[in-house]
T-cell receptor, first 111, second 113 residues
Framework: LAKTTQPISMDSYEGQEVNITCSHN???????ITWYQQFPSQGPRFIIQ???TKVTNEVASLFIPADRKSSTLSLPRVSLSDTAVYYC????????????FGKGTRLHILP | NAGVTQTPKFQVLKTGQSMTLQCAQD?????MYWYRQDPGMGLRLIYY???????DKGEVPNGYNVSRLNKREFSLRLESAAPSQTSVYFC????????????FGSGTRLTVV
C-alpha cells in the first residue's frame, strides 16, 4: 500500500484558491488517488478520484504529474464552509480492500 | 435517499459490557467497512466485507467481531468493551472494493467507562 504524506494543517482566506499537495513516492501502477473531505462530527465524503493528468468535477480539481509521485487537490474560491479535514488516499481501487486513511490536512478558512 | 445508516448515534458502556453497532446501506453496494476514528489519528480500518458472506480483518481488528448479515447490513460487535475502544465508529460502503469511492455513515460515538 502506498504511503501518503500531506501537510498537517493549512490556513487560507475566503475567495482564495487552495491547493493541498499529497506525496506518494511509492505509488504502484494500478493505484488510483482519491480525496475525501470530513466535517466535524460527520463521516468523510468522497470529493474526487484520478489516475493521471487532470480531473475536474463541480467541487474540485485534481492534478497528477506524469510521474504520479504526488498529487494536488485544488479548491477554487473557498468559503468558510470548506473548513474541514482533507484526506489523500492511494490504492488499487479494483483490488485493495484495505485502503488506508492517514491523518489528513486540516484546512481552516478565515474570513 | 438514506445512504448509510448507523445506530445508535451515541452509546456509553461500562468496561466489560458488550454491544453491537448496526449499519445498513440502501445503495445495493457490495462492499462494507468499519472504521474507528480517534482524535488526531485519522480513520483506521477495523474490518471489511468485500461481498455478502465474506469478512476480513483490517488494521485494528482486536477486540471486535463483525457479521455481514445480508447485502444491506454489516454489524460490529464489542464482546467485552475496554476504555481503549472509546472512539467514533464509522461504517462505509462502496459499489465494489473502493471503486467510485466510499459512502460513509454519520458515525457512532462510543464511550467506555
Amino acid at each position: 500500500l502506498a504511503k501518503t504524506t500531506q501537510p498537517i494543517s493549512m490556513d487560507s482566506y475566503e475567495g482564495q484558491e487552495v491547493n493541498i499537495t499529497c506525496s506518494h513516492n511509492n505509488i504502484a501502477t494500478n493505484d488510483y488517488i482519491t480525496w475525501y473531505q470530513q466535517f466535524p462530527s460527520q463521516g468523510p465524503r468522497f470529493i474526487i478520484q484520478g489516475y493521471k493528468t487532470k480531473v475536474t468535477n463541480e467541487v474540485a480539481s485534481l492534478f497528477i504529474p506524469a510521474d504520479r509521485k504526488s498529487s494536488t487537490l485544488s479548491l477554487p474560491r473557498v468559503s468558510l464552509s470548506d473548513t474541514a479535514v482533507y484526506y489523500c488516499l492511494v490504492g488499487d481501487i479494483k483490488r485493495d480492500d484495505k485502503i488506508i486513511f492517514g491523518k489528513g490536512t486540516r484546512l481552516h478558512i478565515l474570513p | 435517499n438514506a445512504g448509510v445508516t448507523q445506530t445508535p448515534k451515541f452509546q456509553v458502556l461500562k468496561t466489560g459490557q458488550s454491544m453491537t453497532l448496526q449499519c445498513a446501506q440502501d445503495m445495493n453496494h457490495n462492499s462494507m467497512y468499519w472504521y474507528r476514528q480517534d482524535p488526531g489519528m485519522g480513520l483506521r480500518l477495523i474490518y471489511y466485507s468485500a461481498s455478502e458472506g465474506t469478512t476480513d480483518k483490517g488494521e485494528v481488528p482486536n477486540g471486535y467481531n463483525v457479521s455481514r448479515l445480508n447485502k444491506r447490513e454489516f454489524s460490529l460487535r464489542l464482546e467485552s468493551a475496554a476504555p481503549s475502544q472509546t472512539s467514533v465508529y464509522f461504517c462505509a460502503s462502496s459499489e465494489e472494493t473502493g471503486i467510485y469511492g466510499y459512502t460513509f455513515g454519520s458515525g457512532t460515538r462510543l464511550t467506555v467507562v
